[in-house]
Structure formats: C-alpha cells, structure tokens
C-alpha cells in the first residue's frame, strides 16, 4: 500500500538510464484501478451507437484534469507526459483524504463538497450538451435519409410514369404519395 500513501512515485516517471520506471508504470496502473473503482469519478455514457463508455478526468501535464478520456487514453498521456504539479491528493478520481509521505494511516478528511458540487453540476451540463449534439445529429441524419428516400421515391416514379409500365397498385401508390405531398391550400389560377 506503499503506492498509495508515498506519491513520490508520481514524479520518477523516467529512470537513470532514461527508461520508464518500473514501479511508476506498476502504481499508474493501480492508480487507474484506484480511479475506475470510485463510481463518483467515472463518467459513464452511452455513445450514438449504443455502446457504453467509461471515462475518467486526465490528470496528465497537459490536460490537467479537465479532459474526460478512456483508461488506455489516460494510460498512455500520463506516460507521456506525466502527471500535472502537485496532485497528490486525487480528489478528482474519489479520493477525499490527503497522504504525505511520512505520515501515518490516519488519514485527514477534506471538505470537499463545495468542489463535489461544482463538479457534478460541471460534469452534468458537459453531458447534457453532449447528448444534445448527439441527438441534433441523429434528428439531422433522420431528416436527410427521409429527404433522400421521398426524392428516390419520386424519381423511381417518374422513371415508371416515362416507360409506361405503372400497374394498378402502383398507380394507386403513387396517387395516394402524391395526394399525401399536395399542399392541401393550393388553389387552381
């Protein structure tokens, strides 16, 4: 449990010999255990296409837990680039309790409410705005693919009406298309 009370870990991502750091690469993947198993700082959504995706707040560098990425995502920027200056307390992935190297088990809870709050509602209106777009581009794409049918629809009609080879039932489709598409306050001049 050395991992998790010691963060010094965090800042040997690189080695003397200037390779990855065994014991960073080994706690990056418990810290990311550590974050998945906390429902609180997992986003859950379920993508356009039905499937389920869970992603966490990047706490590289670069994104400094603004972004929401997959695991292998976060995985690979946090070798990347490393983790962001001075989170060791990960309160962005459930962790309420600040550990310092040298001190003992007990740890001190932390008031973290008022962030909780902010961040909920934060995260909470950067969905909602996703699933808005989401559904604005699947209304987009139903609109588009019925426009494409009707016009489809119309020049297989006209393709009939030219070689003279309508039958009755489709005569009788085709008047009941086209009573269904008349606007019904046209007037003759």
């Known amino acids: 449990m050395e991992w998790f009370t010691d963060r010094q870990w965090m800042k040997k991502k690189i080695n003397s010999d200037g390779y990855y750091n065994m014991k960073y690469c080994e706690n990056l993947n418990l810290f990311l255990d550590f974050a ?10 379920v993508t356009k296409h039905g499937r389920i995706v869970y992603e966490i707040k990047c706490p590289c560098f670069k994104c400094q837990n603004v972004f ?17 200056d001075n989170y060791t307390t990960w309160h962005a992935h459930g962790e309420t309790s600040i550990h310092e190297v040298g001190q003992s088990s007990n740890t001190m809870e932390v008031d973290a ?5 902010y961040d909920n509602g934060y995260r909470r209106m950067v ?42 039932a489709q005569m009788k489709h085709q008047i009941e298309f086209l009573l269904k598409n008349i606007p019904k306050n046209s007037s003759a001049s």
């Open 68 to 84: 929401y990425s997959s695991r292998e995502k976060v995985h690979k920027h946090l070798l990347k680039n490393g983790f962001m």
């Open 127 to 168: 969905q909602q705005m996703k699933d808005k777009i989401v559904r604005l581009e699947e209304e987009k794409e139903i609109e588009r693919l019925e426009k494409e049918k009707e016009r489809a629809e119309k020049l297989a009609m006209m393709e009939q009406i030219e070689e003279n080879t309508v039958t009755n």
């Open 113 to 117: 409410d008022a962030d909780d709050d």
């Open 36 to 45: 998945y198993s906390n429902e609180t700082a997992v986003d859950r959504r």
